[in-house]
């Protein structure tokens, strides 16, 4: 059964600071997904990664896969107030599109 | 484009009560549909998904049930909620085509 760990579960951060948010997966998958949850809102795409060394940038957020390592990270820089957030990671390789999440980590930037 | 909706955005029931939730995307056809539960404003649970019509798969044994009786409509039930049912339900739906799930607004439920 694919298990997915984030880690940290909490991040406080100064604004201007940078700090990378880990994902873990347990086994094979050829896809990982990151989302962005504002408390009490929905969840919203933020990045597909489909392949081994994949990269993708959106502003001050920075995503990649490692598949060999079964790791992803989220890397923010000089980060602003607007990215507090609750960001999750998902992975998952089923024909059906199951994914599973993990525990997703609350990030709150501090002026 | 395409659009997903649910309703209601709110709800508060008492125990015991029936639910019904619903979900309907837009601008698509056979997409494959899903239901998550988010307790605690934390983590998301898969409950249920389909990828046709009257085809469901259901991931956590309990005492909801789904049903999609067309393509692009989804509906979650129960007829006796309990205080553990409580939380924010996302229906997301995903082109068969594409890696990538789309999530509706939700509905946050409060049992009482």
């Known amino acids: 059964e694919l298990k997915v760990e984030q880690n940290p579960l909490f991040l406080s951060m100064q604004e201007g600071k940078n700090y990378t948010i880990y994902c873990n997966y347990s086994?094979?998958?050829?896809?990982l997904y990151w989302y962005r949850q504002d408390p009490g809102k929905s969840l919203e795409s933020l990045f597909v990664l489909l392949s081994n060394g994949a990269v993708k940038q959106e502003g001050r957020l920075m995503a990649s896969l490692d598949t060999k390592a079964r790791l992803s990270t989220l890397h923010i820089t000089a980060a602003v107030h607007d990215l507090s957030a609750t960001y999750f990671c998902?992975?998952?390789?089923?024909?059906?599109?199951?994914?599973?999440f993990g525990q997703g980590t609350i990030l709150t930037v501090h002026p | 484009s395409q659009t997903i909706h649910q309703w209601p955005a709110t709800l508060v029931q008492p125990v015991g009560s029936p639910l019904s939730l619903e979900c309907t995307v837009e601008?698509?056809?056979?997409?494959?549909l899903y239901w998550y539960r988010q307790a605690a404003g934390r983590g998301l649970q898969l409950l249920f998904y389909?990828?046709?019509?009257?085809?469901i798969s259901s991931e956590v044994p309990q005492n909801l049930s789904a049903s999609r009786p067309q393509d692009r409509q989804f509906i979650l039930s129960s007829k006796k909620l309990l205080l553990s049912d409580s939380g924010f339900y996302l229906c997301?739906?995903?082109?068969?085509?594409?890696?990538?799930?789309?999530f509706g607004p939700g509905t946050r439920l409060t049992v009482t």
């Open positions: 601008g698509t056809s056979n997409p494959n």
């Open positions: 086994t094979t998958s050829d896809r």
């Open positions: 997301a739906w995903r082109p068969g085509s594409s890696y990538e799930q789309y």
């Open positions: 998902n992975a998952g390789g089923t024909s059906y599109g199951k994914l599973t």
């Open positions: 389909s990828v046709g019509i009257g085809q």
